[in-house]
């Protein structure tokens, strides 16, 4: 992304130094040149920041697996929470509403229908750079049986009153504390 930035710097800067140079010729339409270009160069790169940032930051779990549920496991402890952002917070936050119980780790969609994965094929629980409403976003990676790997980005429940996701948190440490990439404590939930 760098060599972008300053390739697209160098052409801007060159494209500004030859209407500079030539700006008797151009006469009373250089001011108006100049904004068309320098105009452009920030909508670029706008555009390269955001498509590094921003796109794709939310991936697209499409090869999950869902099964119907119509009796929901009582024993399920809810650890994501739906933060409030008028509808944008759909664009990081994944869709699914994940849960976990003493073996498996659950994420329901919409339709109520339920995926679940072992505590152990968790390969990664970190948190993300975003927060929404003073709530820091969380990622969790499993690994799937045909090697592909599942983000679940969330925003986590944990409350004076609600400790589920310490406890998500404390049982993945415990059964693989390799898959623990960020340290809790309260200063970074």
């Given at each position: 992304m760098i060599k972008k930035i300053i390739i697209l710097s160098l052409?801007?800067?060159?494209?500004i130094l030859v209407l500079t140079l030539n700006m008797e010729k151009i006469d009373n339409s250089y001011v108006f040149l100049l904004l068309i270009f320098s105009f452009f160069f920030a909508i670029l790169l706008v555009g390269l920041i955001f498509k590094k940032?921003?796109?794709?930051?939310?991936?697209?779990?499409?090869?999950?697996?869902y099964v119907n549920s119509q009796n929901p496991n009582i024993e399920m402890k809810k650890i994501s929470t739906p933060p409030f952002l008028f509808g944008l917070d759909r664009k990081f936050i994944s869709e699914e509403e994940l849960y976990f119980d003493e073996e498996n780790f659950y994420a329901i969609?919409?339709?109520h229908q339920k995926a679940t994965f072992k505590l152990t094929d968790i390969t990664e629980i970190s948190k993300t750079s975003l927060r929404i409403n003073n709530r820091r976003l969380w990622q969790i990676k499993v690994k799937q049986d045909n090697g592909k790997e599942i983000v679940f980005i969330f925003a986590h429940n944990y409350t004076i009153w609600n400790k589920n996701f310490l406890l998500f948190y404390?049982?993945?440490?415990?059964?693989?504390?390799?898959?623990?990439?960020?340290?809790?404590?309260?200063?970074?939930?």
């Amino acid at each position: 992304m760098i060599k972008k930035i300053i390739i697209l710097s160098l052409i801007y800067t060159i494209v500004i130094l030859v209407l500079t140079l030539n700006m008797e010729k151009i006469d009373n339409s250089y001011v108006f040149l100049l904004l068309i270009f320098s105009f452009f160069f920030a909508i670029l790169l706008v555009g390269l920041i955001f498509k590094k940032h921003f796109i794709g930051f939310k991936s697209k779990n499409s090869e999950i697996k869902y099964v119907n549920s119509q009796n929901p496991n009582i024993e399920m402890k809810k650890i994501s929470t739906p933060p409030f952002l008028f509808g944008l917070d759909r664009k990081f936050i994944s869709e699914e509403e994940l849960y976990f119980d003493e073996e498996n780790f659950y994420a329901i969609n919409n339709k109520h229908q339920k995926a679940t994965f072992k505590l152990t094929d968790i390969t990664e629980i970190s948190k993300t750079s975003l927060r929404i409403n003073n709530r820091r976003l969380w990622q969790i990676k499993v690994k799937q049986d045909n090697g592909k790997e599942i983000v679940f980005i969330f925003a986590h429940n944990y409350t004076i009153w609600n400790k589920n996701f310490l406890l998500f948190y404390e049982k993945i440490k415990l059964r693989n504390p390799n898959a623990i990439k960020t340290k809790w404590s309260l200063w970074t939930i």
